[in-house]
């Protein structure tokens, strides 16, 4: 745990404070799932502590709760009365092909379309799980990514490793960070029960650590504005990533909406977006464009496969990054099982959203942006090792149902 929350500090430029850490136990998992949960959201914790000390000059003490941080990256939010909608569509989720394992992620229509594409119309999993056979898993992957779709096959670690892209990986810094030209600095409006009170965070993220990140940032007193196309939904997550939070929908692609959009982005102290990498410039709304529209902006934002290597651009998501990185394949060793097994929560998401809002906190009053990817956080999971063999205790029936694994 000490390693991994130093890890995290000295990316973020944080003191080496100790912070302590109460309860016991894990969540069952090959990886120290729990310390990473734990150590993200102490290092967000310690950013807010930083700020208040620097506007206030009182350094407010932390301590996390291992069994708290734990569930809380599961189920966030559980709201009376509602009746979650499945968080999954129904052919998303692992096949095995005739030399492994691939997983397809189909949520988005236009994912399932183009993974249809490829396969022909399924009408369950059974009938995908047919087709899926017939193929080898990396014929297969590359056929659905240049389809438009996502899929990632299983891969261990060591293949990972020399895999052009996870070379890619390694070779980047946990968060990259890059000056900026800031404005003079805003007078401080916050308060120690609100310290980011005056703050303006527009939000471009979809699920999950994007929302994570600008969830805990509204959850100090920042104006969060989240933005989503016209077409886009998640109804299994609402909750999750809208809390705190106003909400609107613009079309990029009209320039009425675009007009709109400008002058928001003016308005904006911290933007927070999760488009593939080149998906903003293809907008029209690359690095040089929003440092032009908005000067002193802190730019935050996060990609699945990393900012370098040939898969820069791909689109993904936490469980195929779990795929692609080692990890599901770890997880299937671990447990003795017959097929992928992810981590028991969406680690990569939650931990990568709270080192966003982590990020975003520590660059305020300096300007300067802030890059992070999934598969970058998988590294740091992986190389901390196996976590402890305590189980986690659960208080309750309610809490059991949090330890079930998120993924079909």
């Known amino acids: 745990m000490t390693d991994l929350l130093t890890s995290i500090q000295a990316a973020l430029g944080l003191p080496h404070t100790p912070i302590p850490f109460t309860s016991k136990g894990a969540l069952p998992s090959a990886f120290a799932v729990t310390d990473l949960a734990s150590a993200s959201i ?8 930083e700020l208040l000390h ?57 994912h399932r379309a183009a993974a249809e594409k490829v396969l022909g119309a399924c009408a369950d999993r059974a009938a995908v799980a047919s ?16 389809a438009g ?9 060591a293949q990972w490793q020399t895999h052009p892209q996870g ?29 980011l009170a005056g703050i303006k965070v527009l939000d471009l993220t979809r699920v999950l650590a994007g929302p994570v990140a600008s969830r805990f940032l509204a959850g100090l007193g920042a104006d969060v504005l989240r933005i989503d196309p016209p077409t886009w939904n998640e109804p299994g997550v609402v909750p999750e990533v809208t809390l705190g ?40 709304y690359g690095v040089a464009e929003r440092q032009a529209l908005a000067p002193g902006l802190i730019d935050v934002c996060l990609n699945a496969y990393g900012w370098s290597g040939p898969w820069q651009n791909r689109r993904g998501f ?17 447990k003795k099982a017959d097929k992928p097994t ?23 009053g300096r300007g300067g942006s802030a890059r992070l990817s999934l598969a970058r956080t998988a590294k740091l999971l992986i190389e901390q090792g196996a976590g402890t063999s305590e189980p986690l205790r659960a208080e309750d029936e309610n809490d059991q149902d949090l330890l079930v694994e998120q993924t079909p």
């Open 342 to 364: 992810p981590l028991p929560v969406q680690a990569l998401d939650h931990a990568t959203g709270y080192l966003m809002a982590a990020a975003a906190i520590t660059l305020l």
């Open 54 to 110: 620097q506007h206030t000059g009182r350094l407010p003490g932390l301590e996390v709760d291992r069994r708290l941080a734990s569930f809380w990256f599961a189920t966030s939010i559980r709201p009376d009365g509602w009746s979650v909608p499945p968080l999954w569509d129904p052919v998303a989720g692992d096949y095995p092909t005739s030399d492994g394992w691939i997983r397809l992620h189909t949520n988005a229509p236009h």
């Open 42 to 49: 102490a290092a967000a914790g310690q950013a807010v502590s």
């Open 245 to 284: 939070k106003r909400c609107a929908r613009l079309d990029l692609h009209d320039k009425a909406d675009r007009i709109l959009f400008e002058s928001l982005l003016k308005d904006a102290d911290i933007l927070l977006h999760g488009y593939r990498a080149d998906a903003l410039e293809r907008l029209g």
């Open 167 to 195: 070379q890619a990986v390694n070779s980047e810094p946990l968060i990259q960070f890059s000056a900026g030209n800031p404005e003079p600095p805003r007078s401080w409006q916050g308060s120690v029960a609100q310290p």
């Open 131 to 146: 087709k899926v056979a017939q193929w080898a898993k990396t014929d297969l992957e590359q056929a659905v990514v240049e």
């Open 318 to 334: 936490d469980s195929l990054v779990q795929m692609s990185s080692g990890i599901a394949e770890a997880g299937m060793q671990w």
């Open 149 to 157: 779709g996502c899929a990632a096959e299983m891969r261990s670690w």
